[in-house]
């Protein structure tokens, strides 16, 4: 049998590809790949018609360093660019903020202007590249930052592309960027879909997040669960402000973690997919099938890198990467080795794209759809966990939903449990990190590190200052007027932030402004 024919024959195109004992044993159904519920793919013949889209995640110091690094990352054969943000950017806070000290550009990229934006995207043809943002707290304002600059360069709205992940209800459960409370944040959230599908239409305006809910020290079964409850969340939300489920349904995209546990790992996705087809379906009833698609981004787990023997890492992410394409991602980040020990190092970011360009192009994975469905151990382990999965969902639908489930605890503490009994066996060996309790080499010395400009803080922030003085200071303080007066009258924020950023107002004014009317969220209260 030539290649050709087999790949035909892998592909599904006439009984799905699950061998006939697995399916006489009712383990799974003849799905087709392309078809609901999406069980071997969203696309008929997958990435045998287009690849993955590699989208490294990137970004440090001010925003010229940044877009040296996307030039570097496309020059080597990068599809696609992810954009990290600094703690101060994500938090809503400017880069000369006393309470941003120490912190500007150090986890990714200062942003606190339009001024900043414009560099940051020099040379980036915004019509022409996906451009993927990770920011959750102040998404509104980072993409109303790129619009304005689209606006500048008479690029149209509707050709922009890419993601702003714009999830902050995971940040509540797991990662702590927040800053409005659950309520207003859920409602900022939802006026960007809103906005996206009548101003941006091929802009997904939410990616809901599994990410960080697994950095945290979540299960698989946990991912899957608490990530696709808000979803359904931000779901109830749009649809409650008028919006028909097919008219935002098909932009959403999701954001997965992708571990070390290959089969679990392949398993997860393959479950969420199908999961999520069959949730959409029971509960919203959309006649577009498109809505029913969980489309997802994967990045391999920046949790399991080892400051010990880093180069092991290589390997780590090699597998991980797999089983994010074994799974059927349709973007994916791989980590760079070193990130365990400082901001990854341009070789370190080159050894990870080149991981994908392997699987790509010499692995042969990619020439066959769902290349491991009907291996039993496989439909064995996406069945319980879909299973587990919607019993989870049914959990937190009996507290009353994410939003009151959050408010709660309940996510938080089930995570928390997770994470002490994981790192209980680390403790006793009985579970094996290689270099850390096991195959431990004594004599290994720290290689060298990549390390930021210790003046760059120092001038972003005078950077910031002298972008105020010399704009239109009445014209910014009426927009930021305009923008609190729309905050109150409960409209769609998007356009007023828009607004306020073409007007010379900053990121943390902006956020400044809707502090005054939202209030910051205390965990504590």
Known sequence: MSRADLVRRNSGAKNGGASAG??????????????PPYLRGIHPTMYRSRLWTMRQYAGFGDATSSNRRYHYLLSLGQ??????????????YDADHPRARGEVGRSGVAISTIEDMERLLQGIPLDRVSLSMTINATAMTLLSLVIAVADRRGIARAKLSGTVQNDVLKEYIARG????????????ATDLIEFSAEETPQWNPISVSGYHIREAGSTAVQEVAFTLANGLEYVRAAVARGLPVDRFAPRLSFFFNAHNDLLEEIA??????????RLMEERFHPRDPNSLKLRFHAQTAGSTLTAQQPHNNIARVAIQALGAVLGGAQSLHTNSFDEALSLPSEEAATVALRTQQILAYESGVPMTVDPVGGAVALEEMTDRIEREARELIERID?????????????????????AYEHQIQVERGERVIVGVNRFVDPDEEAGPRFSLDPELERSQAERVRAFRASRDEPLARHALERLGEIARRDMNLTPGVIDAVKAGATLGEISDALRQVYGAHDPNA
Do not use: C, H, N
């Not at 697995?22 to 078809?35: H, I, V, Y």
């Not at 954009?83 to 809503?92: E, H, I, R, Y």
């Not at 009151?404 to 995570?415: K, L, P, V």
């Open 22 to 35: 697995t399916q006489a044993a009712g383990r799974t159904s003849p799905d087709r790949p392309g078809e």
């Open 268 to 277: 997860k996705f393959r479950a969420a997919r199908r999961l999520w087809a």
């Open 177 to 188: 960027t927040y800053i409005y409370p659950p309520a207003a944040s859920l409602k900022i």
């Open 79 to 92: 599809t696609g660019l992810s954009v990290a943000f600094d703690l101060p950017t994500q938090m809503g």
């Open 398 to 418: 009996a507290a009353g939903g994410a939003v009151r489930a959050i408010e709660s605890g309940f996510q938080t503490r089930a995570i928390e449990q997770s």
